[in-house]
């Protein structure tokens, strides 16, 4: 059972950035292999929606309204996604969950809890 922790959120004023991160790991302590890390969010009173994603090989895919702003990365090593949101606006509010999808040893997909993003005008 893959768990995972993100970091990062807070408060903030538009136009400025900040920084999320999820890491994932075994409680057993076995090996995982994860494939798509996703980014996605659920502004108050809104659907959750795809903010981006990497695949493994580093591939990455952004929500429209944050292209530009937002840069996704991963660390394979040490099961890590990173969302540096930059050019806040207070449309980016919402509750920000890390997604990821697990090939080995099997099939799977883990959530975050969420980490809560506010920003002020």
């Known amino acids: 059972q893959v768990h995972l922790v993100e970091s990062g959120g807070g408060l903030a004023r538009a136009g400025e950035s900040l920084a999320l991160s999820c890491v994932a790991s075994?409680?057993?302590?076995?090996?995982?292999?994860?494939?798509?890390m996703t980014w996605y969010r659920q502004p108050p009173g809104k659907q959750r929606e795809l903010v981006a994603s990497?695949?493994?090989?580093?591939?990455?895919n952004y929500g429209d309204s944050v292209k530009g702003r937002f840069t996704i990365s991963r660390n394979n090593a040490k099961n890590t996604v990173s969302l540096q949101m930059d050019s806040l606006k207070t449309e980016d509010t919402a509750v920000y969950y890390c997604?990821?999808?697990?090939?080995?040893?099997?099939?799977?997909?883990?959530w975050g809890p969420g980490t809560q993003v506010t920003v002020s005008s």
């Open positions: 997604k990821m999808t697990q090939i080995t040893p099997k099939l799977a997909a883990y």
């Open positions: 075994e409680i057993s302590g076995g090996s995982f292999t994860i494939n798509t």
């Open positions: 990497i695949a493994r090989d580093g591939k990455t």
